[in-house]
């Protein structure tokens, strides 16, 4: 798909998410959304199922999620009747910690990066392969990674996606009024052992 990007953007910069995730889905292509189903999820599962309850939704679980997640993914699922397909990793939780040690942590580089393969990587890479997907609904944020400020409301992957995120330009104020606005469910307890620290990257984003 050729879109001059500049001028996509440029035509989306004072756009509200929901226009621009319906710009998205008038492109007439093979469109996919994913959620982490972190902290603020329910914004963009909330935004995509407004506008179009059909589009596949992924959903990467490590299988290291915390109990408070899966109570308010599995509300979510129900309450916005989401098209949910969880992709998970090959190999058990209890099964990797016992091969490898336990969860490794950022500073073992090499295991690190091995676990987030396995956990994040691969179930997104098998998720892709099924659905093929021209274009990518995804809930990222310029202000959320430095990596993210090299982006723009709509980019290209390094896969050749077009990935679109309509809540590129909100701050954290502009979710919270919008999870309030709607009442949505909010995970407060939510760990991401890919991620570890806010500001890193787990790779979905950056993989080739």
């Known amino acids: 798909m050729n879109l001059d990007l500049d001028s996509v953007n440029a035509s989306l910069r004072d756009a509200g998410p929901g226009d621009i995730v319906r710009w998205a889905l008038s492109l007439q292509a093979k469109t996919i959304a994913t959620t982490s189903?972190?902290?603020?999820?329910?914004?963009m599962l909330h935004l995509v199922s407004e506008v179009d309850k059909s589009v596949p939704t992924i959903w990467v679980d490590t299988g290291?999620?915390?109990?408070?997640?899966?109570?308010?993914?599995?509300?979510?699922?129900?309450?916005l009747e989401l098209n949910m397909h969880v992709y998970s990793p090959l190999m058990t939780s209890e099964r990797r910690n016992a091969i490898?040690?336990?969860?490794?942590?950022?500073?073992?580089?090499?295991?690190?990066?091995?676990?987030?393969?396995?956990v994040k990587l691969e179930p997104f890479a098998r998720a892709l392969d099924t659905f093929q997907p021209d274009v990518w609904l995804t809930g990222i944020?310029?202000?959320e990674t430095e990596?993210?400020?090299?982006?723009?409301?709509?980019?290209?992957?390094?896969?050749?996606?077009?990935?679109?995120a309509p809540i590129f330009n909100w701050s954290d104020d502009d979710v919270e009024a919008y999870m309030e606005q709607y009442e949505l469910p909010t995970c407060r307890h939510y760990f991401d052992p890919t991620k570890v620290l806010d500001g890193r990257e787990?790779?979905?984003?950056?993989a080739a």
């Open 141 to 143: 944020r310029r202000e």
């Open 64 to 79: 290291y999620n915390l109990r408070d997640t899966y109570i308010v993914a599995e509300r979510l699922i129900r309450d």
């Open 100 to 118: 490898m040690g336990g969860v490794p942590t950022i500073d073992e580089e090499e295991r690190h990066q091995e676990f987030t393969r396995q």
């Open 37 to 43: 189903m972190g902290k603020n999820a329910a914004v």
């Open 147 to 164: 990596h993210r400020k090299t982006l723009d409301i709509v980019s290209l992957d390094d896969r050749g996606i077009i990935k679109v």
């Open 202 to 206: 787990c790779g979905l984003h950056t």
